[in-house]
């Protein structure tokens, strides 16, 4: 239970951060224009949603070719937290604002993998355990928000 809370917080966090810095950085690295800078920052959350439904089905795909449900959870829990911070570390050799929201979208894409990784585990854990518990993942979500503010 707690490694769901624990990943759960982790990634709820870089979203809050990646959501908050975007404009951001283009405006201060880049000096793009604020209303420019929204839309490099929009196009990386829509490819992540869309990116979701492809780890899932990704996901269903392997299951259904015979790996087991944890290996495959791990597997994708492991692209999700590990590909977005190699992106980001890729992100020190952008030139260009056009680089930068390709590179920041393909860490956006890749994070959206943990929904097939420690995700389906909420679900499964909410079967076998109080509902007291599943409040605590809620209440401990909003910790990424204080510490960003």
Partial sequence: MWAIIVANVINKWGYFVLLSWMPVYFKTVYNVNLKQAAWFSAIPWGVMALSGYVAGASADFMIKSGLSIVRIRKIMQSIGFIGP?????????????????VIMTAALGLISCSQAGYFCNVQVTTVHVSSYHILIIPSLLRVPVLLNQ
Avoid: E, I, K, Y
Avoid at 85 to 101: E, I, Y
């Fill in 85 to 101: 911070g190699v992106s980001l570390l890729c992100l020190r050799f952008a030139q260009t604002p056009s680089v930068a929201a």
